[in-house]
């Protein structure tokens, strides 16, 4: 895999998230492969120290998905053109909490902040754009677009986590349909890592609970370094634009990157289009090319 890395040397990465867990996995393999890295991080100092770790091209820059004045903020201040977004930041809503925009965290975060980052973007996208989901989609059997937030409906971690995954998908969907009505040379994959030895579950209500996961992890899991192979694989291979990149492992928790299947609530393209349209008016932000007919 490093050695077709090497092969887009020069070009320049955006990778969201990546001062730990997949996001530093994936941003320390293309520093080391040559590609010019902004690492776009909430903990600014924690991302200096990565990028001294990591050697190579890498630039610092604050952001926060869960605040879309700090997405507003990235986007801005950011210049020049970008081969490749790689939208892997992410959030396990332990709590039920709300971001800086009152939107509940786990859909604020996995879906909202990423969709407003990608849309303010795309014009000086020249490439890929890759955004990490999750087969946890599978747990969520519909969206409901009048209540995104679960404020009227019960609220529970892996409830919030899995629709806010579903949302993921269902973007990806509906970004790659736009991308080819327009005739953009850029493309959209999205990702599962499988299980991964991370530190999402390390919280401070969660000691006890996160050495078990941890431990049960160690053993069937991927490391984070595996886990991000998905990732670059998108970036490597020859595959079709929209596909869906897993891990081929027994109930595909550990293992190399393959084409995967999604859940039926994933594939649902009128619910994508009005997903998307409901994100536009929640976030403020538009398909920045000519407007399409979806039908």
Same mark, same amino acid.
């Given at each position: 895999? @490093?050695?077709?890395?090497?092969?887009?040397?020069?070009?320049?990465?955006?990778?969201?998230? !990546?001062?730990?867990?997949?996001?530093?996995?994936?941003? &320390? $393999?293309?520093?080391? /492969?040559?590609?010019?890295?902004?690492?776009?991080?909430?903990?600014?100092?924690?991302?200096? =120290?990565?990028?001294?770790?990591?050697?190579?091209?890498?630039?610092?820059? &604050?952001?926060?998905?869960?605040?879309?004045?700090?997405?507003?903020?990235?986007?801005?201040?950011?210049?020049?053109?970008?081969?490749?977004?790689?939208?892997?930041?992410?959030?396990?809503?332990?709590?039920?909490?709300?971001? $800086?925009?009152?939107?509940?965290?786990?859909?604020?975060?996995?879906?909202?902040?990423?969709? $407003?980052?990608?849309?303010?973007?795309?014009? &000086?996208?020249?490439? @890929?754009?890759?955004?990490?989901?999750?087969?946890?989609?599978?747990?969520?059997?519909?969206?409901?677009?009048?209540?995104?937030?679960?404020?009227?409906?019960?609220?529970?971690?892996?409830?919030?986590?899995? &629709?806010?995954?579903?949302?993921?998908?269902?973007?990806?969907?509906?970004?790659? =349909?736009?991308?080819?009505?327009?005739?953009?040379?850029?493309?959209?994959?999205?990702?599962?890592?499988?299980?991964?030895?991370?530190?999402?579950?390390?919280?401070?209500?969660?000691?006890?609970?996160? *050495? %078990?996961?941890?431990? /049960?992890? !160690?053993?069937?899991?991927?490391? %984070?370094?595996?886990?991000?192979?998905?990732?670059?694989?998108?970036?490597?291979?020859?595959?079709?634009?929209?596909?869906?990149?897993? %891990?081929?492992?027994?109930?595909?928790?550990?293992?190399?990157?393959?084409?995967?299947?999604?859940?039926?609530? /994933?594939?649902?393209?009128?619910?994508?289009?009005?997903?998307?349209? *409901?994100?536009?008016?929640?976030?403020?932000?538009?398909?920045?090319?000519?407007?399409?007919?979806?039908?």
């Amino acid at each position: 895999m @490093q050695d077709r890395l090497s092969t887009l040397a020069g070009r320049r990465a955006i990778v969201t998230g !990546a001062t730990n867990g997949l996001g530093m996995a994936t941003a &320390r $393999a293309l520093a080391h /492969a040559g590609l010019r890295v902004v690492l776009a991080v909430r903990d600014v100092d924690l991302g200096t =120290r990565r990028a001294r770790e990591f050697g190579g091209d890498c630039e610092v820059v &604050r952001l926060d998905l869960a605040d879309l004045a700090s997405v507003r903020a990235f986007a801005d201040g950011l210049n020049g053109p970008v081969d490749y977004l790689i939208n892997n930041a992410g959030v396990f809503p332990h709590q039920h909490r709300h971001t $800086a925009d009152g939107f509940e965290l786990g859909i604020g975060t996995n879906f909202l902040g990423p969709f $407003a980052l990608t849309n303010l973007l795309l014009p &000086r996208i020249e490439r @890929q754009i890759v955004s990490v989901a999750s087969d946890a989609h599978r747990g969520a059997k519909s969206l409901d677009l009048d209540d995104l937030d679960l404020a009227h409906t019960r609220w529970s971690p892996p409830r919030a986590y899995a &629709r806010s995954k579903l949302a993921v998908m269902l973007w990806g969907l509906e970004l790659d =349909r736009r991308l080819r009505a327009v005739g953009s040379p850029v493309s959209a994959m999205l990702t599962t890592p499988g299980w991964v030895a991370s530190n999402i579950s390390n919280k401070p209500h969660l000691g006890l609970a996160h *050495k %078990v996961v941890q431990g /049960a992890a !160690a053993r069937f899991a991927n490391d %984070v370094d595996a886990g991000a192979q998905t990732t670059l694989y998108c970036l490597t291979e020859p595959i079709a634009t929209g596909s869906y990149v897993g %891990v081929d492992g027994i109930w595909a928790l550990r293992g190399e990157p393959v084409l995967f299947g999604r859940s039926a609530a /994933a594939c649902d393209f009128e619910t994508a289009v009005r997903l998307w349209a *409901k994100a536009e008016e929640l976030t403020g932000t538009a398909w920045p090319f000519a407007v399409d007919d979806p039908s």
